[in-house]
T-cell receptor
Framework: GQSLEQPSEVTAVEGAIVQINCTYQ??????LSWYQQHDGGAPTFLSY????GLEETGRFSSFLSRSDSYGYLLLQELQMKDSASYFC??????FGTGTLLAVQP | NAGVTQTPKFRVLKTGQSMTLLCAQD?????MYWYRQDPGMGLRLIHY???????AKGEVPDGYNVSRLKKQNFLLGLESAAPSQTSVYFC?????????????FGPGTRLTVL
């Protein structure tokens, strides 16, 4: 079967760095995506990794290790507006259950 | 561009009633998807379409049917609603599932089945 595992909750303070991990088990892997979802809103695309390594987009970076079936999302210089749920997803559109990030002042 | 739109935004049904959720996109995307999201959970794929006239089952297709008669529209039908189908339904689209292709989501439809 296919599955993804993420921590259910993470808490951090404004200005800090936080890492949200994702381990996956899937057949036919093509890449790992990350989405952000604010409470009551629609998911929005953040990043995609098809190859091993780090992809950087502003304050957000995403990492993939295909050999370890593992990836993470790194959020730097945390802001209050980053409080949201973060989902990893693999090709064929299987989503993890999400990590609720709470940013505290 | 309106992006991905969904109608209705909210709906309350009684058990056994039927309804259709409409998803429309104006980005000329080939691929369209229907997900459901239950409280505190991730998204689960119900059905998807890789082009006009095609549909395929996702993770949780039972109790739902879909149609893609026009490229820009993807309809999700509930023939006989059950309380277990109370959820938030999201539609999404993308041009094609190539490397790095972004998936765009609609605002969601909040459905309650009593």
């Amino acid at each position: 079967g296919q599955s993804l595992e993420q921590p259910s909750e993470v808490t951090a303070v404004e200005g800090a760095i936080v890492q949200i991990n994702c381990t996956y088990q899937t057949s036919g892997f093509y890449g790992l995506s990350w989405y952000q979802q604010h409470d009551g809103g629609a998911p929005t695309f953040l990043s995609y990794n098809a190859l091993d390594g780090l992809e950087e987009t502003g304050r957000f970076s995403s990492f993939l290790s295909r050999s370890d079936s593992y990836g993470y999302l790194l959020l730097q210089e945390l802001q209050m507006k980053d409080s949201a749920s973060y989902f990893c997803a693999v090709t064929k559109l299987i989503f993890g259950t999400g990590t609720l990030l709470a940013v505290q002042p | 561009n309106a992006g991905v739109t969904q109608t209705p935004k909210f709906r309350v049904l009684k058990t056994g009633q039927s309804m259709t959720l409409l998803c429309a996109q104006d980005m000329n995307h080939e691929y369209m998807y229907w997900y459901r999201q239950d409280p505190g959970m991730g998204l689960r794929l119900i059905h998807y379409s890789v082009g006009e006239g095609t549909t395929a089952k996702g993770e949780v297709p039972d109790g739902y049917n879909v149609s893609r008669l026009k490229k820009q529209n993807f309809l999700l039908g509930l023939e006989s609603a059950a309380p277990s189908q109370t959820s938030v339904y999201f539609c999404a689209s993308r041009y094609a599932p190539t490397l790095g292709d972004t998936q765009y989501f609609g605002p969601g439809t909040r459905l309650t089945v009593l």
